[in-house]
Nanobody, 115 residues
């Protein structure tokens, strides 16, 4: 049984930083492709950043230059470093990862950007 465990969310002031983590646990293989999504109240879930098994990355225009997705294969963990946070970044952030042969979702972690 694979579980994706997310951590690192919280309350931060505008301009601040947070780092989210997504770790695969259970009887798991390696995380291959992975991505972070977010969903704000009343809005659809949207892709924030993605990283391929080869390390290629892509980002939503709204976070380019501020967020960085990365991975630690030894720890089977994916990260999202979020800098220069804005109130509009407030959302529940979800990890989505391919642990062959399926894709899994994490439980979500709340990020609130407010003064």
């Amino acid at each position: 049984q694979v579980q994706l465990v997310e951590s690192g969310g919280g309350l931060v002031q505008p301009g601040g930083s947070l780092r989210l983590s997504c770790a695969a646990s259970g009887s798991v293989g390696r995380i291959y492709d992975a991505a972070w999504y977010r969903q704000a109240p009343g809005k659809e879930r949207e892709l924030v950043a993605a990283i391929s098994r080869f390390g290629n990355t892509n980002y939503a225009d709204s976070v380019k230059g501020r967020f960085t997705i990365s991975r630690d294969n030894a720890q089977n963990t994916v990260y999202l470093q979020m800098n220069s946070l804005k109130p509009e970044d407030t959302a529940v952030y979800y990890c989505n990862a391919n642990v062959v042969p399926y894709y899994y979702w994490g439980q979500g972690t709340q990020v609130t950007v407010s003064s």
